[in-house]
């Protein structure tokens, strides 16, 4: 209102001044002769300062509720000033809608799970207000949970064509021009969004930047990575099927669920098949809690596509059917390497079976709808 810039903080003390019932928390034991102490007093606003000095709010605010808040105050910001320039990250967020649910991602989300891991924040301001977001919520199609029938694959193609755009889009016109002029030395990324757009993601991040990869956990809806507490199986990958004929395989990657051999569509049982999952441990939708199993399932990728170079040089197409966490699809994307391994086709859950929707890699051109429209011809009327 004066348009002055005025000092407005109070000194506050935890014990009170005096050691009078009259003072607040007085009649604590602690020496008169240190209550002037810093240990002893607190920065805060004027309602702040009456409100913990208030009569009726003495039970809420004691003596050890307002040391406690005091130490994590300083905690954190010692946490946060004592992390130098090489721990900073550029956040990119990818939210839509699986199955017409969506989750909460905000800035601030994620901004806390980069801050425990001893990270700090970069939004990239100059782009936008909220930083490198990929907003699939507005593209036509996304919250559509309505089985992909032979009527509405135009519409699947659309939605498809849309969404890996709007993902192209601020990979090479905000993000790249970013890492070019040395803004960007790290990343970290949130994705929340069906599994092959996840996929498609991580093909389009640059693997010459760092980058870390965060999951949303079920059990507490948060997206901060768990201390390494023996909950990170390793991951193995086997052949299922082993008859490899023409240039096309499958693999069957059981992690968050698990995919039967009756499952995987009868135009592709008669390739060779390899399986990746958790060795000694049932699959789950909540496996990926600690950031080392996230580490090892990626060790475990780059095996199998090392395999396939040294095994498998006719492939061309590689059929990917994912029961994945979000984390690990990004990471399938980023570990596959278009220049070497065969082209991905990543299938998705439609109406109960599986169908190929999104191409990653490869030069052959072939793109949204050549996916879509070989499913059409080769299943009838489901797409």
């Known amino acids: 209102m004066s348009w002055r810039t005025l000092n407005l903080g109070e000194l506050a003390h935890i014990v009170g001044r005096g050691s009078s019932a009259r003072s607040p928390r007085g009649e604590h034991p602690l020496d008169c002769a240190h209550r002037e102490d810093a240990y002893n007093l607190m920065l805060l606003c004027a309602d702040q300062h009456s409100e913990v000095d208030a009569v009726g709010?003495?039970?809420?605010?004691?003596?050890?509720?307002?040391r406690r808040v005091k130490q994590e105050h300083e905690d954190r910001i010692r946490?946060?000033?004592?992390?130098?320039?090489?721990?900073?990250?550029?956040?990119?967020?990818?939210?839509?809608?699986v199955h017409g649910n969506q989750v909460e991602l905000s800035r601030q989300t994620a901004?806390?799970?980069?801050i425990a891991g001893d990270r700090y924040p970069l939004f990239l301001e100059s782009y936008a207000r909220h930083g490198l977001e990929i907003d699939l919520r507005g593209v036509p199609g996304e919250s559509s949970a309505a089985p992909c029938t032979a009527s509405r694959a135009a519409a699947s193609r659309t939605y498809y064509r849309m969404a890996t755009q709007l993902?192209?889009?601020?990979?090479?016109?905000?993000?790249?021009?970013?890492?070019?002029?040395?803004?960007?030395?790290?990343?970290?990324?949130?994705?929340?969004?069906?599994?092959?757009?996840?996929?498609?993601?991580?093909?389009?991040?640059?693997?010459?930047?760092?980058?870390?990869?965060?999951?949303?956990?079920?059990?507490n809806e948060s997206w901060v990575w768990r201390e390494e507490d023996g909950l990170a199986p390793s991951f193995a990958a086997r052949v299922d099927h082993d008859v490899l004929v023409g240039s096309e395989a499958v693999v069957v990657i059981n992690v968050s669920g698990a995919i039967g051999v009756q499952e995987v569509p009868a135009s592709l049982r008669g390739m060779r098949r390899w399986e990746i999952r958790p060795v000694g441990v049932p699959t789950g939708p909540d496996i990926m809690r600690a950031r080392g199993c996230l580490e090892r399932f990626t060790g475990a990728l780059r095996g199998f596509f090392a395999e396939l170079e040294s095994?498998?040089?006719?492939?061309?197409?590689?059929?990917?059917?994912?029961?994945?966490?979000?984390?690990?699809?990004?990471?399938?994307?980023?570990?596959?390497?278009?220049?070497?391994?065969?082209?991905?086709?990543?299938?998705?859950?439609?109406?109960?079976?599986y169908a190929p929707t999104l191409e990653v890699g490869g030069d052959s051109g072939t793109g949204v709808e050549a996916v879509a429209g070989a499913a059409a011809g080769s299943s009838g009327r489901d797409v």
């Not at 901004?111 to 980069?114: D, E, P, S, Y």
């Not at 070497?340 to 109406?351: K, N, S």
């Open 111 to 114: 901004a806390t799970a980069v």
């Open 167 to 219: 993902v192209d889009d601020v990979i090479e016109l905000q993000l790249r021009p970013g890492i070019t002029r040395d803004a960007v030395r790290h990343v970290s990324v949130f994705g929340f969004a069906r599994l092959p757009l996840l996929v498609h993601l991580g093909s389009r991040l640059d693997d010459t930047v760092p980058t870390d990869i965060f999951q949303r956990h079920r059990e």
């Open 79 to 97: 946490h946060v000033t004592g992390l130098g320039s090489d721990r900073a990250t550029t956040v990119v967020r990818m939210v839509g809608s």
């Open 311 to 353: 095994e498998a040089k006719t492939l061309e197409r590689l059929h990917v059917l994912p029961a994945l966490p979000m984390s690990a699809a990004v990471v399938l994307g980023r570990v596959h390497h278009p220049q070497v391994h065969p082209q991905l086709v990543v299938y998705e859950r439609l109406a109960g079976r």
């Open 57 to 66: 709010g003495l039970d809420l605010f004691t003596v050890e509720k307002l």
